[in-house]
């Protein structure tokens, strides 16, 4: 009991920030957003040098879709430590078209462990989605936060998922309280999607980009590449770019 009371007691730092900063540490404020990505995107136009034996046509049947996949992304206010993996940031959760029946154990034995991965219909978030993340995801995210006595509040858009009652049950039995932001306002207010989620997507466009210009990389990547090999390579992708753009400056301060 004395030392579960002890863990409740803010240290003389957390003391100091809750006085400056309010209700809650930087580090137990998290912003979640969603942002579809589908690796090639363009604006219509295509630019190689002069000579290239390769080049990529910006708009192709091979660009996999308007949504290869949805990078749901959690991020902290404040970093943590150094040494601690993504300087604490929590890890992303990639959500791919489909349903997930039929994955081989080769499949998620491969999928790099830094990632959550799920799949929907559409690889978007919809209110099952939505209220399992809240249950499992949000428990990994709150876990230290929690063992210290703290809570926490995740920030959303008004995504319909994010209003319904079991999202708000599963947040609050991680300890965590819900703050909706108005419609339309995410990119002004949460900069998750037009902030950090584009620097972590552009990271990825690049990292891929390398990838294909290994050896026949482009041409397997276009061609008989099988769907659950380019899913294990996004997860690698995904994991390299929030890992360093975590470790090389601060996420979300």
Not at 63 to 74: E, I, M, N, P, T
Not at 111 to 129: G, I, N, T
Request: glycine residues 6%; hydrophobic residues 40%; charged residues 25%.
């Amino acid at each position: 009991q004395d030392q579960a009371l002890a863990r409740a007691l803010p240290t003389p730092v957390e003391a100091r920030l809750k006085l400056a900063r309010g209700r809650w540490l930087p580090q137990d404020r998290i912003s979640i957003d969603q942002v579809p990505c589908n690796m090639r995107e363009g604006d219509g136009r295509t630019y190689a040098d002069i000579g290239s034996k390769r080049v990529w046509l910006v708009g192709s049947k091979q660009d996999d879709g308007k949504r290869f996949c949805s990078l749901q992304v959690a991020a902290r206010c404040a970093n943590g430590p150094v040494d601690w993996p993504r300087r604490g940031q929590p890890r992303l959760t990639i959500i791919f078209r489909g349903t997930g029946k039929r994955i081989l154990p080769e499949e998620r034995q491969a999928w790099h462990p830094d990632v959550h991965v799920r799949f929907q219909s559409k690889a978007w978030a919809d209110e099952a989605l939505c209220a399992e993340y809240a249950r499992v995801e949000v428990a990994e995210i709150t876990a230290e936060a929690r063992a210290a006595g703290r809570e926490s509040v995740a920030i959303f858009d008004n995504l319909h998922g994010h209003t319904t009652q079991t999202h708000l049950a599963n947040l609050a039995r991680n300890q965590c309280k819900r703050h909706l932001l108005p419609g339309n306002t995410t990119d002004e207010l949460q900069l998750v999607h037009a902030g950090v989620g584009h620097a972590l997507k552009t990271e990825m466009a690049h990292l891929h980009d390398s990838w294909l210009a290994q050896d026949s990389n482009l041409e397997m990547w276009t061609g008989s590449f099988p769907m659950w090999r380019k899913r294990v390579l996004i997860t690698q992708l995904a994991a390299q770019a929030w890992r360093a753009g975590s470790e090389a400056k601060r996420a979300c301060e």
